[in-house]
């Protein structure tokens, strides 16, 4: 279902702006004008289709931020939009419940609403722990970030802070403040590095301590950024946000470097990487199978290569799902490569029998023309020679059964 966001704003060109940017971010712009006419909106439609409400902070029926406390109070995650920039507006908002306030100075700050628009949903999944010896501090920070949907952990030191992020795979950022009984923050930072990569976790060393060059040790001992206390609550934010999108950034990174572009399979260079993880273990039975489609050539000429692409990413798909406790991926052109650990060589026959007779009995449709095609297979489960002799074995079979009359699988 598209979630919609509630826009309350009587500037027309700031509700255009916000209606394209929020259609942009593939959600529901549901817009009024007035605070009359967003509570008479709100109330004849379910609060859950909501993910958030965009308030003006100034409204002809609610001059003074009322339209904000409607939202809050009707448990939307309430986002704030004001040309009032001076300093008693700001904390009155910052004081309410609100996830965030957006100025309106210039049309580039409307990129930071889609960002966190973004985030609002995304953050659900994020975990984020504050790692503070002071309750109070915890707290306020927690608070914060509960606005904006993080999950949100405590630990009151360092062994603590180490136990939570072991138990816990979803923390994507660590909050750590220096002074804390036990061991200090710095000293966590360079302990934790040594287990979690900065590619893994975002640090956020944190303190009130006025000492010259502190923020940029933090930095030294691994943190990936500073906030000094006390921050103001925009500062905070953002520093979260950058944080957590960086992490997300490498994330994409790290799959678009390691999937097939066509089939959105894991590529060759994953398939190295998985394999080499997992000979590390010494496995004890070890199998590598090369699928190869049949006559393939024919499936471009006859049809088209965009059949053949269509062909391609059907078959990534059935590979995806049949091959989903193992290691897959597209090896390049029409072949697809299969490693399994731990799984006794009858089984693996079995299995790969079982692939072969699927994709011949499966009928393909394209653009109304109905084909099917097969595969040969070449199946070792002779690991002597490590990864490199598997795949040169397995090719030798898969020569074999092509040569054989192809639709079939040939091992050892
Ligand atoms: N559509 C499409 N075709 C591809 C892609 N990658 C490789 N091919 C085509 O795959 C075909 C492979 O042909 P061949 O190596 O002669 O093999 P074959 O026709 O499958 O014959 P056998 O393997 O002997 O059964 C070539 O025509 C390539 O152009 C791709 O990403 N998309």
């Known amino acids: 279902m598209q979630r919609k966001v509630l826009i309350v704003e009587d500037s027309k060109t700031s509700m255009q702006l916000m209606r394209s940017l929020i259609t942009q971010a593939k959600l529901r712009p549901i817009c009024t004008t007035s605070l009359v006419e967003a509570k008479h909106v709100f109330s004849s439609s379910a609060p859950e289709e909501y993910l958030c409400a965009v ?3 100034n409204l002809p029926d609610a001059p003074n931020g009322e339209a904000i406390d409607f939202a809050i109070e009707s448990f939307l995650p309430t986002i704030v939009v004001t040309d009032k920039l001076d300093e008693d507006t700001r904390t009155t908002i910052l004081n309410k419940n609100v996830v965030d306030y957006i100025p309106k100075e210039n049309a580039q700050v409307y ?10 949903d995304k953050n659900k999944k994020v975990g984020v722990l504050v790692i503070d010896g002071s309750r109070a501090s915890r707290h306020a920070m927690t608070a914060l970030l509960r606005r904006q949907n993080f999950i949100t952990l405590e630990a009151v030191n360092a062994e603590q802070g180490m136990e939570s992020l072991h138990s816990n795979s979803n923390i994507k950022l660590a909050i750590i403040d220096e002074k804390m009984s036990g061991m200090s ?5 360079s302990e934790l590095r040594k287990t979690y990569s900065q590619e893994d976790l975002g640090i956020i060393g944190i ?5 010259s060059g502190l923020s940029a040790l933090f930095i030294k001992s691994g943190a990936t950024d500073y906030l000094h ?11 979260i946000m950058q944080n957590v999108e960086r992490l997300e950034n490498i ?7 390691n999937s097939d572009y066509l089939t959105g399979l894991p590529n060759r260079r994953y398939f190295f990487t998985r394999v080499a993880a997992s000979l590390k273990v010494t496995p004890k039975l070890q199998s590598l199978a090369i699928i190869d489609i049949d006559h393939f050539k024919k499936v471009n000429d006859t049809y088209g290569h965009d059949c053949g692409d269509y062909t391609l990413k059907e078959l990534a798909k059935l590979v995806a799902e049949y091959f989903e406790d193992f290691t897959a991926a597209r090896f390049g052109g ?3 490569c299969v490693y399994f650990s731990n799984t006794a060589p009858k089984k693996v026959l079995q299995i790969m029998q079982g692939f072969r007779e699927a994709i011949a009995s499966k009928t393909l449709t394209f653009e109304k023309k109905s084909f099917a095609c097969t595969v040969s297979i070449g199946l070792t489960h002779n690991s002597k020679g490590g990864i490199n002799a598997m795949l040169r074995l397995a090719d030798e079979h898969l020569y074999s059964a092509k040569n054989g009359g192809r639709n079939q699988v040939v091992s050892d």
Do not use: M, Q, W
């Open 55 to 57: 308030v003006d902070f």
């Open 251 to 257: 994330e994409t990174i790290r799959r678009v470097a």
């Open 229 to 239: 206390k006390p921050y103001c609550h925009e500062e905070f934010f953002c520093r």
């Open 207 to 211: 303190s009130s301590d006025t000492t």
């Open 185 to 189: 923050g710095l000293k966590l930072i």
């Open 334 to 336: 029409e072949e697809f």
């Open 111 to 120: 990129e930071y609403l889609t960002r966190l628009l973004n985030r609002l």
